[in-house]
């Protein structure tokens, strides 16, 4: 291979690589900015109590957490909603949301 082919595969590998790294950027830059709209939304639903206890769940279990998000997002959006949901009224969604545990007794014969 010649120098000047060698040089110019450099400079097509190095353009490429820009590019990507300009999408990559791109698209971090889309998924902030849903995540802000997402937060806009939820401060409109939610009451700060029920903010507080959707957080600590996030904590405990993210994707429950963005389940329910999702969920309040979209019957707001779909005018579903009378009013903004209380902390009592989410902690009831949490519990209707949350799967039920078997309880396993083993007995020993």
């Known amino acids: 291979m010649e120098d000047s082919e060698l040089e110019a ?15 990559q950027s791109e698209a971090k ?3 902030r900015q849903i995540e802000v709209q ?6 409109q639903i939610l ?3 029920a903010r507080d206890r959707l957080s600590n769940v996030r904590v405990a279990n993210p ?3 963005n389940m329910v998000e999702m969920q ?8 579903r ?9 989410l902690r009831d969604i949490l ?14 014969r």
């Open 9 to 23: 595969l450099r400079q097509k590998r190095m353009a490429e690589m820009q590019q990507g790294g300009q999408q």
């Open 29 to 31: 830059e889309r998924a």
């Open 38 to 43: 997402k937060q806009a939304m939820l401060r």
């Open 47 to 49: 009451t700060p109590e």
């Open 63 to 65: 994707e429950m957490a």
């Open 72 to 79: 309040l997002i979209q019957l707001a959006q779909s005018g």
């Open 81 to 89: 909603l009378a009013g903004m949901i209380n902390d009592s009224m």
């Open 95 to 108: 519990v209707k949301v949350t799967p039920q545990r078997r309880e396993i007794t083993i007995e020993r």
